[in-house]
């Protein structure tokens, strides 16, 4: 269940259900992805790093519900922690970097909003994969290989788990075809 403070901060205040993402609301998505997050047994702070994992805009989803410049203020509703990773799944080129790197012991990575580097542990590497692999599995589409890779992470058993189900049923459907 989505807190009703985030809830409210994304609907009323940035209307992010009026925002198409992947055929439906962009609200739908980042409650899906929160709500995979949650399933899988994740900290609180990932969770609600995947409800706003996309709210600066991405590589790929270029839609800026709320403005980059105003960090501090989603910070502070949300929490330092979370609010780190949905920045860092910003403004880099993910998947991507984020596969490349997961078996790196920490890495640094491009920060296109400031053209500078943020460095990562390994800690905030396999938080941001966990993130990615619900983030994938939620909006779907062409997907299978970058599947393939998370689970050779260390993401969590969860995620690992919906991973092979979501595999498989990809094989089937192309089977049937």
């Not at 399933?39 to 403005?67: M, Q």
């Not at 991507?96 to 012991?105: H, I, Q, T």
């Not at 938080?127 to 619900?134: H, T």
Request: aromatic content about 10%; hydrophobic content about 40%; charged content about 25%.
């Amino acid at each position: 269940m989505v807190e009703q403070r985030y809830r409210a901060f994304l609907m009323e205040h940035l209307h992010v259900q009026d925002v198409r993402h992947t055929g439906r609301s962009f609200f739908e998505h980042l409650k899906g992805t929160h709500d995979l997050l949650r399933d899988w047994g994740n900290p609180e702070f990932i969770c609600v790093a995947g409800l706003f994992h996309s709210i600066y805009g991405t590589w790929h989803f270029r839609h800026k519900a709320f403005p980059i410049e105003q960090r501090s203020a989603l910070a502070e509703l949300i929490g330092k922690e979370a609010e780190f990773l949905a920045y860092v799944f910003c403004v880099t080129e993910r998947p991507k970097v984020f596969l490349e790197n997961a078996d790196r012991p920490g890495m640094s990575v491009h920060d296109h909003f400031t053209n500078g580097d943020i460095e990562l542990s390994r800690k905030d590497l396999d938080n941001l994969l966990e993130i990615e692999a619900a983030n994938l599995i939620e909006q779907g589409g062409n997907i299978s290989k970058a599947l393939q890779r998370l689970q050779t992470t260390d993401i969590s058993a969860g995620a690992k788990a919906h991973i092979a189900m979501h595999l498989a049923s990809a094989g089937e459907t192309q089977r049937i075809r």
